[in-house]
């Protein structure tokens, strides 16, 4: 039987409650707590262009940005479309439930899965339909060529028919004793679909659901499951042919989509997701120290520590500058070539729950469900 693995942050709770310290509460001894800020004195270089409110993100929530939108969802099930360029509501729909995955859209077609396990797709803000799902899902669907795709924990992957919910295929390979709990890989190179199976992409047929070609991120290495485990953990990232990825607590490596083979891994600690541009990956460890190697050879570009243990999203990388959200809601934007911090940006106070890119719109969402987009100048 095949078991799933939820890996928490347990914060350790040093000396008596009554001497506690908000630090303490959070982190545990003082070697624990986060780096503090540095005083910055240069110019902005980035600028917020507007914010929204939306509702509490309790869920492993990825931002969906088709065309000239970003589709964004809610712990209690609001699914929202909103204008990347001024931040104006294109449309609202409600799936009537809570959620544990979302959101993947084309720009029409919007999909999440509630905590009922269904598959739930709405057509311009409308419920269309819904369909329960095998296993439990935290990945959120992708949506393209007018199909619904799903990766269910135990890596299964269904294709579903966006218009009336028909199921069209469904994969399913003989996988590892142990999986992640933890929100998965699932994007698209050209006309193939691409999926995390245990540490190795797939390349798939979307059509069919027949496997073309697979390539490993890493090596797992252990004397027990819990030391193998080895999934890879989205967001990946494609720059050109290349799709890159994190293996959970394993390495960060990118893989040839269009031959199908893996370019190079680094090992590295670490559990969220990367960032990427032309020029380099960028990935924390598990102390929240970020590396950044080059996206054609993974040599070691730099590596920066300043903001150890300050839980930090995961990265992307826009007009030479990174973005990276921590626990106090603070968007830090360093040079690519560097990794030296350049300026902050202050949103809600409330950690940050992820980044997405439109163009050259960050849109920043945060655990109460603020909304935040940021240029990066």
């Known amino acids: 039987m095949r078991r799933w693995?939820?890996?928490?942050?347990?914060?350790?709770?040093?000396?008596?409650?009554?001497?506690?310290?908000?630090?303490?509460?959070?982190?545990?001894?003082?070697?624990?707590?986060?780096?503090?800020?540095?005083?910055?004195?240069?110019?902005?270089?980035?600028?917020?262009?507007?914010?929204?409110?939306?509702?509490?993100?309790?869920?492993?929530?990825?931002?969906?940005?088709?065309?000239?939108?970003?589709?964004?969802?809610?712990?209690?099930?609001?699914?929202?479309?909103?204008?990347?360029?001024?931040?104006?509501?294109l449309w609202r729909g409600d799936v009537g439930a809570k959620l544990s995955a979302g959101v993947g859209s084309d720009g029409r077609f919007a999909a999440v899965v509630n905590r009922d396990n269904e598959l739930v797709v709405l057509d311009a803000g409308k419920v269309a339909w819904k369909k329960a799902l095998p296993t439990p899902v935290v990945a959120s669907p992708f949506v393209a060529g007018e199909r619904v795709f799903a990766l269910t924990l135990d890596r299964q992957v269904l294709a579903y028919d966006a218009l009336d919910g028909r199921k069209i295929w469904e994969l399913k390979r003989p996988g590892e004793p142990l999986t992640l709990a933890k929100a998965g890989v699932l994007t698209a190179y050209k006309d193939t679909l691409v999926v995390g199976q245990g540490a190795r992409l797939a390349g798939v047929d979307p059509v069919k659901g027949q496997l073309r070609w697979e390539a490993s991120v890493a090596t797992p290495r252990g004397t027990n499951e819990v030391e193998r485990l080895a999934d890879l953990v989205g967001p990946a990232v494609r720059q050109g042919d290349l799709i890159c990825a994190r293996a959970f607590q394993s390495s960060v490596g990118c893989v040839n989509a269009e031959r199908g083979s893996a370019l190079w891994n680094r090992i590295v600690g670490g559990a969220n997701g990367i960032g990427a541009d032309d020029q380099v990956v960028v990935a924390g460890d598990a102390s929240d120290r970020l590396s950044a190697w080059k996206l054609a050879n993974g040599d070691l570009a730099w590596s920066a520590d300043q903001f150890q243990r300050r839980k930090l999203s995961a990265p992307v990388v826009l007009n030479k500058q990174v973005l990276i959200g921590d626990f106090e809601g603070q968007v830090h934007l360093l040079d690519r070539d560097t990794g030296k911090t350049r300026s902050r940006i202050a949103t809600d106070g409330s950690p940050v729950a992820t980044i997405a890119l439109q163009g050259t719109t960050a849109l920043v969402a945060t655990q109460n469900g603020g909304l935040f987009a940021i240029k990066a100048e």
């Open 5 to 89: 693995a939820q890996i928490t942050l347990a914060a350790l709770v040093a000396g008596s409650l009554a001497g506690c310290s908000t630090w303490n509460s959070w982190f545990g001894s003082d070697k624990d707590k986060p780096a503090a800020l540095e005083t910055l004195s240069g110019p902005a270089t980035g600028r917020l262009v507007w914010s929204s409110r939306g509702n509490d993100i309790k869920f492993p929530l990825s931002i969906a940005t088709p065309g000239d939108r970003f589709v964004v969802a809610s712990s209690d099930g609001t699914v929202l479309a909103l204008a990347a360029a001024d931040g104006r509501e």
